[in-house]
């Protein structure tokens, strides 16, 4: 049984971050393949897992959420091999700082050699993100400017939309996929949806067809145009 | 419109204003307060509600008693242009984020505002079970607290002032930092309304919980300009739909019941109320401006309540809609073409979010 964890849901998941489980866990239950999602909340504390998912959220949640972690198994567990999906605001905790409420600089988990700062305007709208030839479809919705720092990979090349910079968003490390694409991003691509499951499960998955391969159709095809 | 401001101010001169604002129930409560006032009032009832639209309604109508839904973000102009008698605050949810952006933002603004007006007869009528409402309200001394059921707490659960965890024990809640629901509630709807002591008889015809909430809202701010409540109940109980929503309609030969919902919280409170021996409903979603670019709010919404409907997804992003089902594990048709809905027995309940409910509304007939 592969354990999924969901972080404070309560905290950050402002925009159907719940969907990513949720995706996964479908997908995996269809192919057979033993899923358990749990979800920790504010006072619980975290358990071990193969992946931990990190959504977005406003300000002083996204505060609240980085010092939970940080006081928490959280960094070790991911040191010592769970893999992490971070989206927006938990893209941003990952880094070595970020800021929130002005420009007041706050310490991030220090996982991704990545800095956040504010942003000149807020990223918002739809997202598409070329990742190793594929396209990545979502919707954006943040203050920050992110940079990456010591030969950190970015998850891929903007196509439409504003991502870290205006030109890659999110990025890449052995245990940490990060993108600013909510939408949820999972239950719109459905590939990285099984890329990220076969990376934690260590199987094979033969490919699932199901109406979220029309959606990606129809994203795909509206955000490249 | 930059001389909305200046104009509404001098077109709300000397008359007695409410004002209704809240993520969901802005339209229904403020028909409540239109129907219960009696004879003519002012009001907005197009849903126009930002100083455009409410100029426009203030020079429609000359009648002195003027009731106005505004949009949460025009709470602190409205405040200071209109001068109101009374101001009701229902709720505030998640809703076209990429609008509005952050929910937490909209109360720290509602809150600033109420605490710099200066006018100390303004009343405000506040739901006591919404925590981002109550940080809005708590300052003012005669806030009027109505402790009216309240569903949705998902942007709730992180306290404003702290941001620690709120903790909610039935409908009682708290934090550590000492932020609380307040105690002195002098609207109490539960199987009966309380409103100051005395007993309402509350026996809407409309569906559905939370217009039970909006009608205690209502009347509750109606009480606080001296409306008789025994009136004002009986003729907000004869509502039957406002501006289309629960009203049954035709098309080609099916019977509709149009439901509007346009958030999660909308969407939940609106799938309680469907019927369990109707096993169709139709769901119509748009993501057009007027309802935020971004569907992404429907992973928010508890969809799985429609396990056991099949459900027949419209609308520009019925695919997003199909696969927010499909993870929900949900049976769901996705209708490419309108002339393959199948007809259904009795009346269907159609689920539309903004623009697909205006839509739903103009192409078919009472």
């Known amino acids: 049984m592969t354990t999924i964890c969901v972080l404070y849901p309560d905290l950050l998941g402002t925009y159907g971050d719940g969907g990513n489980a949720l995706a996964l866990a479908e997908r995996a239950r269809r192919r057979g393949v033993g899923v358990d999602v749990v979800e920790v909340r504010l006072n619980d504390s975290v358990p071990d897992a193969s992946l931990y998912l990190l959504g977005g959220g406003e300000d002083g949640p996204q505060r609240l959420a980085a010092d939970l972690l940080r006081g928490s198994s959280f960094v070790s567990r991911v040191q010592d091999g769970a893999k992490v999906l971070a989206v ?41 993100t070329r990742v190793n030839g594929q396209l990545l479809v979502g919707f954006e919705n943040h203050g920050g400017r992110t940079t990456l720092h010591g030969g950190v990979d970015s998850l891929g090349a903007v196509v439409k939309g504003r991502g870290n910079d205006g030109t890659l968003d999110g990025y890449r490390t052995k245990s940490i996929w990060a ?38 159709q129809e994203r795909s095809r509206v955000l490249s145009s | ?35 219960g006032w009696g004879g003519a009032v002012t009001t907005n009832e197009t849903g126009a509600n930002m100083p455009a639209g409410h100029a426009a309604a203030l020079v429609e109508s000359k009648s002195d008693h003027v009731a106005l839904e505004v949009d949460e973000a025009w709470i602190p102009d409205s405040l200071v242009s209109t001068r109101p008698r009374v101001v009701v605050l229902l709720n505030l949810s998640r809703d076209q984020m990429d609008r509005a952006n952050e929910v937490r933002h909209l109360a720290e603004r509602w809150r600033k505002a109420l605490e710099a007006h200066d006018d100390d007869d303004l009343v405000v009528v506040a739901n006591a079970n919404d925590p981002l409402v109550v940080y809005a309200a708590e300052s003012r001394a005669n806030t009027v607290w109505a402790d009216v059921p309240t569903s949705w707490l998902a942007d709730a ?3 404003p002032k702290c941001t620690l965890a709120i903790s909610h024990v039935g409908s009682a809640w708290h934090c ?12 109490i709807l539960g199987d009966e309304l309380i ?68 958030n999660p919280s909308g969407f939940a409170a609106m799938m309680a109320t469907l019927p369990e021996d109707q096993s169709d409903v139709w769901v119509a979603v748009n993501a057009r401006l007027a309802d935020g670019h971004d569907p992404s709010w429907l992973y928010d919404a508890p969809f ?63």
């Open chain 1, 88 to 128: 927006c605001a938990g893209l941003q905790i990952l880094g070595l700082t970020f800021c929130v409420e002005g420009d007041d600089e706050y310490e991030g988990l220090g996982l991704a050699d990545v800095v956040t700062s504010r942003g000149e305007r807020r990223s918002v709208g739809e997202l598409a």
């Open chain 1, 179 to 216: 993108t600013y694409a909510h939408g949820p991003v999972l239950a719109m691509n459905p590939w990285f949806c099984d890329e990220i499951l076969s990376g934690v499960t260590g199987l094979e998955l033969d490919p699932l067809a199901s109406v979220a391969d029309r959606l990606y």
């Open chain 2, 1 to 35: 419109m930059k001389i909305a401001p200046d104009l509404v101010a001098s077109l709300a001169r000397g008359r007695t204003v409410i004002l209704v604002s809240g993520t969901n129930g802005k339209t229904t409560t403020t028909s409540m307060i239109v129907a």
């Open chain 2, 157 to 159: 659960l992180s306290c």
């Open chain 2, 176 to 187: 550590t930092c000492g932020f609380a629901k307040p105690a002195e509630v002098t609207t």
């Open chain 2, 195 to 262: 409103i100051d002591g005395v007993s309402v008889d509350l026996e809407l015809s409309m569906p559905g919980e939370f217009n039970r909430s909006n009608a205690a809202m209502a009347l509750t701010a109606l009480h606080g300009i001296d409306v008789d409540l025994e009136e004002a109940a009986r003729r907000v109980n004869a509502i039957h739909s406002v501006v289309g929503r629960f009203s049954i309609r035709r098309w080609k030969g099916h019977v509709l019941r149009l439901l509007l919902a346009k």
């Open chain 2, 304 to 366: 799985e309540l429609l396990r056991g409907h099949r459900v027949y997804c419209l609308g520009d992003r019925r695919l997003d809609l199909a696969t927010r089902l499909d993870y929900g594990q949900v049976d769901f048709v996705v209708i490419d073409d309108d002339s393959t809905l199948p007809t259904s027995k009795g009346t269907v309940p159609l689920l539309a979010n903004y623009t697909a409910f205006s839509d739903w509304l103009a192409r078919s007939e009472p």
